[in-house]
């Protein structure tokens, strides 16, 4: 491939095998779907993320290829992509997408629950007190006045 091609990846399924040695100079630009994306936090089974198989050759040459990740669903997730060259199981060398998640955003839940419990009540109470202390009705005092006959 000349530099600066462009391979896009339509799933995690896909491969290039290549019979002998290859050296791309070429762009993977990958698109998730959401089942690629539930796939991929799945397969997160250690810190290096979840590897899928990009290239397979012959040899052990250093790809020049960059990996650029074009669209991932709108989640809570932020996901990222790099390529790491290794062996493969069959005595081939593989360049592997190595996809990465960052949960931190999906963290959120306890400012609802601290809204809720106790932000809410606060308000309500604020706005009780402020009712009683401006709306304050005035009350009369009533005398008993006893008459008696002299």
Known sequence: MAAGSNITLSSLDTRLFVENC???AAT???SLSLADAESIRKNLHNANGASYLLVESSCD???AMKVELVSAP???YEYSATLKSAPTTNGRFGTFI???????RCHYWW???ICIVFITPAVLMFLLGAKLLCC???KTTRKSVSVSAN
Request: aromatic share 4%.
């Open 22 to 24: 290859t050296n791309l």
């Open 28 to 30: 993977a630009s990958v």
């Open 61 to 63: 040459e250093t790809s």
């Open 74 to 76: 709108r989640e809570c």
């Open 98 to 104: 190595v996809y990465s998640v960052r949960s931190s």
């Open 111 to 113: 400012i609802t629950l």
């Open 136 to 138: 304050k009705k005035s």
